[in-house]
């Protein structure tokens, strides 16, 4: 597989939608110079168009959806469940297992759980959008639900999209990366 070279970027940024857009670019500057087709393995992730906007400049593609999670349950099925109770907190097999580093903790929860009830006020469930069948992970994915005061719910996914996505970009006919 010569002609892929893969960026991996740090998921903190999804707490800082605004900083999407710019460190993909800086990822994508890097490698369009060596490589004629870029995919980027990003639903729009809160970025309000603004990723799309960059993957313009560089003539990359995307994965479809506006967040991982339409990607990993199907765009249509994840609008479908989103509009059925739009109250939902999602969390994805990553997630789980990083719940206190990159949700508990980010938010204060730990050292302000008071801020509880005015973050999750209007949340009625937490879906677990689940890529593997892993006892451990659902087990902290309802210790999540139960911390939040939310309801727990699992739909298996697997990886959806974002598995047939990379299939599509890896098997197209492109030149090796050169460098």
Request: charged residues 25%; aromatic residues 10%; proline residues 4%.
């Given at each position: ?23 993909v ?10 490589c ?23 003539g ?17 099925n ?102």
């Amino acid at each position: 597989m010569e002609h892929i070279k893969l960026r991996y970027l740090p998921a903190k940024l999804h707490n800082s939608p605004d900083e999407i857009p710019e460190a993909v670019g800086a990822a994508l500057s890097e490698l369009a110079p060596e490589c004629e087709q870029l995919f980027v393995a990003y639903g729009d992730c809160g970025t309000a168009g603004k990723l799309d906007a960059v993957l313009a400049q560089f003539g990359a593609t995307r994965l479809k959806g506006a967040h991982c999670y339409a990607f990993y349950a199907g765009v249509e099925n994840f609008n479908t469940l989103h509009d059925a109770e739009p109250g939902t907190f999602y969390l994805t097999d990553y997630l789980a297992r990083q719940f206190e580093t990159l949700v508990y903790r980010p938010l204060g929860l730990d050292r302000h759980p008071e801020l509880l009830e005015s973050y999750f006020s209007n949340y009625t469930r937490l879906l677990y959008l689940a890529q593997s069948d892993d006892a451990g992970l659902e087990a902290k994915a309802r210790d999540a639900a139960k911390r939040l005061g939310l309801r727990f719910e699992r739909i298996s996914t697997g990886f959806g999209a974002l598995e047939t996505g990379i299939r599509a970009a890896a098997s197209k006919e492109a030149a090796p990366c050169t460098k």
